[in-house]
């Protein structure tokens, strides 16, 4: 443990404490180390989360190049590479806000966060498209599903992967945007400072984090055999 | 037995002595350790036990010596027990070369059992005494498992996939075939009997209950039926390869890979014919899903593999791409 | 440390300090939500202990003539979901390790408090949805969901109790969060960590599998629940998907999951037996690292429940033997235990003969996975009642009786009260003798060949299970008195005082039952854990 405090005699009312600090941690150091921590455990459990989809999508596609392909054709890779350069830009701004909440400029710091939750929303609209033109041609895999061609079946387990993976992300993305939302309210109320900005820096991990799993998506999905191995 | 209370399945198969003989050797070993442990805590609560709650133990906080002892040896003698049983594994998954084929299926719930010479049994199944029986099997709607406890063995049967079970009954009379995978609301009756029989009156068995032609005649017929025969000309001149002498034999594939040619390769190329193509082919062939069922697909790879033909009749488009001798394919699926 | 008031004077706890619902439902102190956790998973056993008995009470004869075969298949499918998921993951970690690993930090609460409070929410909410799949028409696929059955094939609560156990999931993962995070930032000065107790690396081995290890589980049935309810087609054969995927995602976790169900009860095992030994456990690095071993190598050896589901012989060979080497380093704690004893002043109160039954039943559970880790063995042995009876002995025998040896060990502290010892060993001899009963001739059911999950079975098998049936009725009792006296103490029990054990541990350094803040002043530790080398114990 970095800090080997002594025993600090009587209760702890005898000095002052800092405002932020809560009453179970003995400094505003040790919080904030705690909450890091909390955090990067936090999104090692989300990369477990994820991986399973991931293993699913890896082992089809080695046993499916073909139906992957083909169903990856599908996508509109305009659209998702406009949508990984927004969230790429997103990450961008985040930090910028992280920036500014650390160094105590707390209007700066609103500003960083509504651009970021402006991108995120520029991003969720564009997959709102993306979903819309699924549903229209029939790619949502149950009932409804058709796909010419003998790779039917395979494609179905591709649409699949792609709604799981991509809707996870979304739903990770919505909650996010709500973080962040908070976390704009708070910076407005002026409740950062430079010595107490731990929210601002773990929501900035954890949008980051949703925009690295983005960036294994885009190319996972939409990148297949974009050289025509396959076709 | 001890007063009817069953102790222990009957040794119904070649191998059932070698699982019994590693199973004790396990009994032995985990009896030795329970005995040895319980002892001595029951010893030392004994012997050290006391009543006054201020009373000390002695300042003892370890020994690496023995550490590395209970450690070590107990690794190796769960190296020993893992050698052996992989030994008994290879045998209870690896058939012999020449075994009689049956095809079975489960469905809920109930196993059905073809044999080449046309015989279909539902939940009994006959075989000859002291012949090494295969059994290739799937599901036909969800995981089931084929469990012959007489024999030791067992093994699930997939949807999507072939499982295969052997043995070598040895004990005549009737043992139990149970599912062992929960199926649904019927699973504990999904059961039956494997009848075994001496080879006398496993024949007349045989001869007296044959109808409708063997299984690779059945699978002839599908063969015209399903217009196959349309593509797939045997001198090597049709939209599809031919498939005289292919069962057994090395293919290569249109990704440059080569799959052995068993009756997993057969059931998909019916059934999903685009996931292995076979190179030099176009992609043309339709699948069959939801065409054929499963035991007419049995049907078809018995016909398959029925179709050798005597060397000097194999056409000259096709010398070239076999391999000089067909090799037996040995994977489990 | 002692205080200056008079023992019948009233005392400020953390049970008196506040009274309302609000306070309780409210609570971000961590020995109030342990409580809290204590109410429900007793709850959540007693509902499953209840499926056990119409199960036990069914297989008593042959046919199938108590329930239907529908009913019979939602009892075992419901009673494995209430214990595994409500039962076994939680009872250590959530009741004891709530309570008690602040204190044995000298931490005032957890890391996260308020997160702590909501992980009991959750863990509520996520029983309230199984509760209501279980009366709404219940569920049968097996505690194990496997597919096709469960995505395909059966037409019961298969979503709700999928979204049941999912929501669960994460209950036990901000839990471990929590755990770990304390354990890295909340130690009292001088507490490094070869200085923890065991019960706390204990708990920082089952958090690291709970972190890594529960999120697959989490993924594996959002996607079963998509794959039902949306008609997605992940693991349809049709489609060309593999049932046998399912399998893979779903032992990943759930076998690493066994050890987060036996690691803290080991870790509540190892303080009992220190302090009913009276001396430092034999080998406290090697338990230690057994631990994180039992941890880490847990997530290497999930497919040895699937060596007859198609898995290449190869895989198997793998294994097999990775299982064999995740079986050593039990075995080692085992024999530290047994070691321990060695030259100890051996106090036999109940605690330690809860302790001293954990390690016979543990015992036999744990080699008789030797059998089912041996492949030639196992192509026989898989899914019948060998299986059964195996993972029984771990669970009940070795989980349980750790969970309760531990819980009959900090009772004083929780409650500060004194249960009935004499009962409480009567209960341990019980529970002891009905359990070998119950699920000894198992073993032997499983090797004749009868597979699990059978609601009717062949004539021959019912003597073996009448004894199996009987054995229950015997453990039901003793489960049943356990509760008595314990229920008992609350109103009758004698005053604990601080340390009624003479126990090391910070731990038993404060008052019983504790402060709200736990400590009246912030403890500094000096020494090693289980220092009992004077005749008056050391405390600071």
């Given at each position: 443990m970095s800090d080997a405090i002594a025993a600090h005699a009587g209760s702890h009312g005898t000095h002052a404490h800092h405002n932020d600090l809560q009453h179970h941690f003995d400094s505003l150091e040790q919080q904030h180390e705690a909450a890091t921590l909390g955090m990067w455990l936090f999104l090692i459990t989300e990369v477990l989360f994820f991986g399973g989809l991931f293993l699913a999508y890896t082992l089809y596609r080695v046993w499916y190049p073909v139906a992957w392909a083909e169903a990856s054709r599908e996508l509109d890779i305009v659209l998702g590479a406009f949508n990984t350069a927004v969230l790429i830009g997103s990450s961008l701004t985040m930090a910028f806000a992280v920036r500014a909440a650390q160094t105590g400029k707390q209007r700066a710091t609103v500003v960083w966060i509504l651009l970021t939750m402006a991108l995120g929303l520029v991003f969720l609209i564009v997959k709102y498209f993306e979903y819309k033109e699924k549903f229209e041609h029939h790619h949502v895999p149950g009932p409804n599903f058709a796909f010419e061609g003998p790779q039917a079946g395979p494609a179905q387990i591709y649409f699949s992967l792609y709604f799981l993976m991509t809707g996870l992300h979304a739903t990770h993305m919505i909650i996010g945007f709500v973080i962040m939302a908070v976390i704009a309210w708070m910076a407005h109320k002026k409740r950062f400072t430079p010595e107490w900005y731990t929210p601002v820096e773990i929501s900035g991990l954890y949008w980051h984090f949703v925009d690295i799993v983005w960036i294994f998506l885009f190319p996972l999905l939409y990148l297949v055999d974009r050289a025509g191995h396959f076709a | 037995?001890?007063?009817?209370?069953?102790?222990?399945?009957?040794?119904?198969?070649?191998?059932?002595?070698?699982?019994?003989?590693?199973?004790?050797?396990?009994?032995?070993?985990?009896?030795?350790?329970?005995?040895?442990?319980?002892?001595?805590?029951?010893?030392?609560?004994?012997?050290?036990?006391?009543?006054?709650?201020?009373?000390?133990?002695?300042?003892?906080?370890?020994?690496?010596?023995?550490?590395?002892?209970?450690?070590?040896?107990?690794?190796?003698?769960?190296?020993?027990?893992?050698?052996?049983?992989?030994?008994?594994?290879?045998?209870?998954?690896?058939?012999?070369?020449?075994?009689?084929?049956?095809?079975?299926?489960?469905?809920?719930?109930?196993?059905?059992?073809?044999?080449?010479?046309?015989?279909?049994?539902?939940?009994?199944?006959?075989?000859?005494?002291?012949?090494?029986?295969?059994?290739?099997?799937?599901?036909?709607?969800?995981?089931?498992?084929?469990?012959?406890?007489?024999?030791?063995?067992?093994?699930?049967?997939?949807?999507?996939?072939?499982?295969?079970?052997?043995?070598?009954?040895?004990?005549?009379?009737?043992?139990?075939?149970?599912?062992?995978?929960?199926?649904?609301?019927?699973?504990?009756?999904?059961?039956?009997?494997?009848?075994?029989?001496?080879?006398?009156?496993?024949?007349?068995?045989?001869?007296?209950?044959?109808?409708?032609?063997?299984?690779?005649?059945?699978?002839?017929?599908?063969?015209?039926?399903?217009?196959?025969?349309?593509?797939?000309?045997?001198?090597?001149?049709?939209?599809?390869?031919?498939?005289?002498?292919?069962?057994?034999?090395?293919?290569?594939?249109?990704?440059?890979?080569?799959?052995?040619?068993?009756?997993?390769?057969?059931?998909?190329?019916?059934?999903?014919?685009?996931?292995?193509?076979?190179?030099?082919?176009?992609?043309?062939?339709?699948?069959?899903?939801?065409?054929?069922?499963?035991?007419?697909?049995?049907?078809?790879?018995?016909?398959?593999?029925?179709?050798?033909?005597?060397?000097?009749?194999?056409?000259?488009?096709?010398?070239?791409?076999?391999?000089?001798?067909?090799t037996v394919p040995q994977e489990n699926r | 440390m002692d205080t200056t008031m008079p023992v019948a004077a009233p005392r400020v706890t953390y049970l008196n300090h506040e009274h309302t619902v609000a306070s309780w439902l409210l609570t971000k102190d961590h020995k109030r939500i342990g409580i809290m956790y204590l109410m429900v998973v007793t709850f959540a056993f007693f509902l499953g202990g209840l499926f056990a008995t119409v199960i036990r009470l069914e297989l008593a004869t042959p046919a199938g003539d108590l329930v239907s075969a529908d009913t019979y298949n939602k009892l075992f499918t419901m009673h494995g979901v209430a214990m595994v998921f409500f039962v076994l993951i939680p009872a250590v970690p959530a009741i004891l390790g709530n309570f008690v690993l602040p204190l044995q930090l000298g931490a005032k609460d957890v890391a996260f408090p308020k997160l702590n409070l909501l992980s009991w929410y959750i863990f509520v909410i996520g029983f309230l949805f199984t509760v209501y799949a279980m009366v709404a028409g219940g569920v049968d696929t097996g505690w194990t969901f496997y597919t096709p059955y469960s995505?395909?094939?059966?037409?019961?609560?298969?979503?709700?109790?999928?979204?049941?156990?999912?929501?669960?999931?994460?209950?036990?993962?901000?839990?471990?969060?929590?755990?770990?995070?304390?354990?890295?930032?909340?130690?009292?000065?001088?507490?490094?960590?070869?200085?923890?107790?065991?019960?706390?690396?204990?708990?920082?081995?089952?958090?690291?599998?709970?972190?890594?290890?529960?999120?697959?589980?989490?993924?594996?049935?959002?996607?079963?629940?998509?794959?039902?309810?949306?008609?997605?087609?992940?693991?349809?054969?049709?489609?060309?998907?593999?049932?046998?995927?399912?399998?893979?995602?779903?032992?990943?976790?759930?076998?690493?999951?066994?050890?987060?169900?036996?690691?803290?009860?080991?870790?509540?095992?190892?303080?009992?037996?220190?302090?009913?030994?009276?001396?430092?456990?034999?080998?406290?690095?090697?338990?230690?690292?057994?631990?994180?071993?039992?941890?880490?190598?847990?997530?290497?050896v999930w497919a040895h429940h699937m060596f007859v589901s198609g898995i290449s012989i190869y895989s198997a060979l793998v294994f097999s033997f990775l299982t064999y080497a995740v079986a050593i380093p039990s075995a080692v704690k085992t024999f530290n235990w047994a070691a321990t004893m060695?030259?100890?002043?051996?106090?036999?109160?109940?605690?330690?003969?809860?302790?001293?039954?954990?390690?016979?039943?543990?015992?036999?559970?744990?080699?008789?996975?030797?059998?089912?880790?041996?492949?030639?063995?196992?192509?026989?042995?898989?899914?019948?009642?060998?299986?059964?009876?195996?993972?029984?002995?771990?669970?009940?025998?070795?989980?349980?009786?750790?969970?309760?040896?531990?819980?009959?060990?900090?009772?004083?502290?929780?409650?500060?009260?004194?249960?009935?010892?004499?009962?409480?060993?009567?209960?341990?001899?019980?529970?002891?003798?009905?359990?070998?009963?119950?699920?000894?001739?198992?073993?032997?059911?499983?090797?004749?060949?009868?597979?699990?999950?059978?609601?009717?079975?062949?004539?021959?098998?019912?003597?073996?299970?009448?004894?199996?049936?009987?054995?229950?009725?015997?453990?039901?009792?003793?489960?049943?008195?356990?509760?008595?006296?314990?229920?008992?103490?609350?109103?009758?029990?004698?005053?604990?005082?601080?340390?009624?054990?003479?126990?090391?541990?910070?731990?038993?350094?404060?008052?019983?039952?504790?402060?709200?803040?736990?400590f009246a002043t912030q403890p500094v530790v000096t020494e090693d854990a289980y220092e009992y080398s004077q005749r008056e114990i050391k405390v600071v």
């Open positions: - | 037995m001890v007063s009817g209370i069953p102790l222990f399945p009957q040794q119904g198969s070649t191998l059932a002595a070698d699982v019994d003989a590693l199973y004790f050797f396990i009994v032995a070993v985990t009896a030795f350790v329970a005995l040895l442990v319980t002892i001595v805590v029951i010893y030392f609560a004994a012997k050290y036990s006391t009543n006054d709650p201020l009373e000390v133990g002695a300042r003892i906080h370890g020994s690496i010596p023995l550490e590395l002892a209970w450690s070590i040896i107990p690794f190796l003698v769960t190296i020993v027990i893992f050698v052996w049983s992989a030994d008994v594994f290879f045998d209870l998954q690896r058939p012999p070369d020449q075994t009689l084929e049956i095809y079975a299926t489960g469905k809920r719930w109930m196993w059905k059992f073809q044999h080449l010479d046309g015989q279909n049994e539902i939940n009994e199944l006959h075989v000859p005494a002291g012949r090494p029986v295969k059994i290739t099997f799937t599901s036909e709607d969800v995981l089931h498992s084929l469990f012959f406890p007489a024999f030791r063995t067992k093994a699930d049967a997939i949807p999507g996939r072939y499982s295969t079970v052997w043995f070598t009954a040895t004990l005549v009379g009737e043992h139990h075939i149970f599912c062992a995978e929960y199926c649904g609301t019927n699973h504990s009756g999904m059961v039956g009997k494997v009848v075994v029989m001496e080879q006398t009156a496993y024949e007349a068995w045989l001869t007296g209950n044959v109808g409708g032609g063997t299984l690779a005649a059945r699978g002839e017929r599908l063969f015209s039926d399903l217009a196959c025969n349309t593509c797939h000309l045997s001198d090597g001149r049709g939209r599809g390869p031919s498939l005289a002498n292919k069962f057994g034999a090395a293919e290569r594939l249109a990704s440059g890979a080569t799959v052995a040619v068993d009756e997993s390769y057969v059931r998909e190329s019916i059934l999903t014919p685009q996931a292995k193509l076979v190179d030099g082919y176009q992609p043309l062939m339709p699948t069959f899903q939801g065409l054929v069922s499963e035991e007419n697909v049995m049907a078809l790879v018995e016909y398959v593999k029925s179709m050798r033909v005597p060397s000097a009749a194999v056409s000259r488009a096709e010398a070239p791409a076999e391999p000089a001798k067909p | 995505s395909r094939a059966s037409n019961t609560n298969v979503v709700a109790t999928g979204l049941g156990v999912f929501i669960t999931g994460f209950s036990s993962i901000l839990t471990g969060l929590n755990f770990m995070v304390t354990i890295h930032r909340m130690r009292a000065p001088g507490l490094t960590w070869f200085r923890l107790p065991l019960f706390v690396w204990a708990i920082y081995s089952t958090s690291l599998v709970q972190i890594l290890g529960t999120p697959v589980i989490a993924i594996t049935t959002l996607a079963l629940a998509v794959e039902r309810f949306l008609h997605f087609g992940i693991f349809d054969p049709v489609l060309g998907g593999d049932p046998v995927l399912f399998q893979h995602m779903f032992w990943f976790y759930s076998h690493p999951a066994v050890y987060i169900m036996i690691l803290p009860p080991m870790g509540a095992i190892s303080e009992v037996i220190a302090a009913f030994s009276r001396k430092s456990i034999f080998g406290y690095s090697f338990v230690a690292f057994s631990s994180l071993a039992i941890a880490i190598f847990g997530f290497l060695y030259r100890g002043a051996i106090w036999l109160k109940a605690p330690m003969i809860w302790a001293i039954a954990f390690l016979g039943l543990f015992l036999v559970g744990g080699l008789t996975g030797l059998f089912t880790a041996a492949l030639g063995v196992d192509v026989h042995l898989h899914d019948t009642y060998f299986v059964v009876a195996h993972f029984h002995f771990i669970m009940v025998g070795g989980a349980i009786m750790g969970y309760f040896a531990g819980l009959h060990y900090w009772w004083p502290k929780i409650t500060g009260r004194m249960y009935s010892d004499i009962w409480a060993k009567v209960a341990a001899i019980i529970v002891f003798v009905g359990f070998n009963l119950t699920f000894g001739p198992q073993f032997i059911l499983g090797y004749v060949g009868m597979p699990r999950r059978y609601h009717v079975y062949p004539p021959e098998f019912q003597v073996l299970n009448v004894l199996s049936s009987a054995g229950a009725s015997i453990l039901a009792v003793g489960y049943v008195l356990v509760a008595i006296y314990l229920v008992a103490s609350l109103f009758y029990g004698e005053e604990a005082g601080d340390n009624p054990w003479h126990a090391t541990g910070l731990e038993w350094t404060t008052q019983s039952p504790p402060l709200p803040h736990n």
